[in-house]
């Protein structure tokens, strides 16, 4: 009973059998009320052979013919003020007497239930008004056991006739819930353990057969599922790949980055005024430049990067991130000199310059950012006036290699900055873009959280 179509074609069966109950029940009880109802039929014409007799007599042996006929020991009919009537021998009493003119619908069938499970025979008074003419009153004695034959014999057919019909009915019934459901949901079960198994397999997506109904929802959204779990893997392998290729780079390039912070600590004693104006910027980018490989290499090694928190002023690392700033574009910091932020200097460096370069380089000449307080923190607004995003662009924001608003862009720019704002306890966010340019909201907490240490 553990397969599914057997228990289908099993419950199947058995609600058809209760329907047939249903009907068995009515079906015996109304088989009762005519065998009586033909009793007293067959009574009405034997009267009729009565009033054609002479003195409405007839012989012993006619009259025991006729009760014979009737299947009763005694017929008495009342037509107006006379009287006629067929005897043989009374019986000693009466078991019970049935009006059947008053009999509804529940007693009915409880006396045909009484008839089937009924052990001996009894005998019965019968009182109703004729079947041909219901001014005749007639009586009737007769015994119950030819009914008792004729009823269990009657409800053995229909037990039987019910059997085969439920049997048929319901295997009927599950061939086509077999082929339109079990079958179906079988292929769909077999495809989804075939997939776990081996899920690069493209063989192995389900192939929709087209059906408008539920189940062809089902393998439809199946199959799309299926192409985006391949696809996330596919997308996974390739950035492990790639994550151990930056970190082979990354591992050499620090090595070349630090030697040219040696080399450049001697731009500071330089005679050049010019050269030592720019020596500490240039100092601190290629020291910013190691951080960041050194940081790179543990988070390929690590789930989340580690940071280092601290209370960090605001405006100054928006000066710093906006050094530099490609295609001519002007930075303008409104943010107050007083504001701190409770977070990882570098990290937050990190974020500022990935959102200020994404904006010079789709084209705005000016960009700005305003702070904000709210109760979580700080609110930052980065907004500029560039030509807003495309509708590609805006639709997979924040997802790598997808989010890119230029050609030849990897949109990982946001997902990482957006990741280490969510690092960080706060968020990053597209309020709106337009001709008119774009801006992002960037949530930072202004204190410790008690769970940071």
Do not use: W
Request: a negative charge; one cysteine or more; proline letters at 4%.
């Amino acid at each position: 009973m553990k397969s599914l179509s057997a228990r289908l074609l099993v419950l199947t069966i058995f609600f058809v059998m209760m329907a047939e109950i249903l009907i068995f029940v009515p079906s015996v009880a109304r088989f009762r009320h005519t065998y009586l109802t033909e009793r007293l039929e067959a009574a009405h014409l034997s009267i009729l052979v009565l009033e054609a007799a002479p003195d409405g007599m007839v012989s012993e042996e006619m009259s025991t013919e006729l009760l014979h006929f009737i299947g009763a020991q005694s017929v008495g009919v009342e037509l107006g003020d006379s009287k006629l009537s067929l005897m043989m021998d009374m019986p000693s009493s009466i078991d019970e007497t049935i009006r059947l003119d008053d009999e509804g619908p529940i007693a009915m069938i409880g006396a045909a239930l009484s008839v089937l499970v009924q052990e001996e025979s009894r005998m019965l008074r019968l009182l109703a008004a004729s079947p041909r003419d219901a001014a005749i009153g007639m009586e009737l004695v007769l015994s119950d056991e030819q009914l008792i034959e004729e009823v269990r014999a009657f409800a053995l057919r229909i037990f039987f006739l019910s059997l085969a019909i439920s049997v048929l009915t319901a295997f009927m019934v599950f061939l086509v819930l077999r082929r339109q459901l079990v079958r179906p949901l079988k292929r769909l079960s077999r495809n989804m353990v075939n997939f776990r198994a081996h899920p690069e397999d493209q063989s192995l997506v389900i192939r929709p057969s087209g059906r408008a109904d539920e189940v062809g929802v089902a393998e439809r959204e199946l199959a799309v599922m299926q192409n985006a779990i391949r696809d996330a893997l596919t997308q996974r392998k390739h950035l492990a790949a790639l994550g151990t290729a930056v970190a082979k780079i990354n591992h050499d390039l620090r090595g070349i980055l630090s030697s040219a912070l040696l080399v450049s600590d001697r731009l500071e004693s330089s005679d050049d005024p010019e050269v030592r104006r720019i020596a500490p910027g240039i100092l601190d980018a290629l020291d910013r430049a190691v951080q960041f490989c050194e940081r790179s290499l543990k988070y390929v090694g690590t789930d989340r990067p580690q940071m280092d928190l601290c209370d960090v002023t605001v405006r100054a690392t928006i000066d710093e991130a906006g050094f530099g700033i490609p295609n001519g574009a002007v930075l303008k910091n409104n943010v107050s000199r007083s504001i701190t932020v409770h977070a990882d200097k570098t990290q937050l460096f990190r974020i500022f310059k990935n959102l200020i370069r994404n904006a010079a380089e789709a084209g705005a000449s000016e960009i700005s950012v305003e702070a904000e307080s709210c109760p979580e923190g700080l609110e930052l607004l980065i907004s500029d006036d560039g030509p807003g995003m495309p509708p590609r662009a805006e639709e997979n924001l924040f997802k790598p290699f997808e989010g890119s608003g230029r050609a030849g862009g990897t949109g990982l720019g946001l997902s990482i900055s957006r990741e280490l704002a969510r690092a960080h306890g706060g968020d990053l966010s597209l309020l709106n873009t337009g001709p008119d340019g774009t801006v992002f909201r960037l949530s930072l907490p202004t204190e410790a959280r008690s769970d940071a240490a």
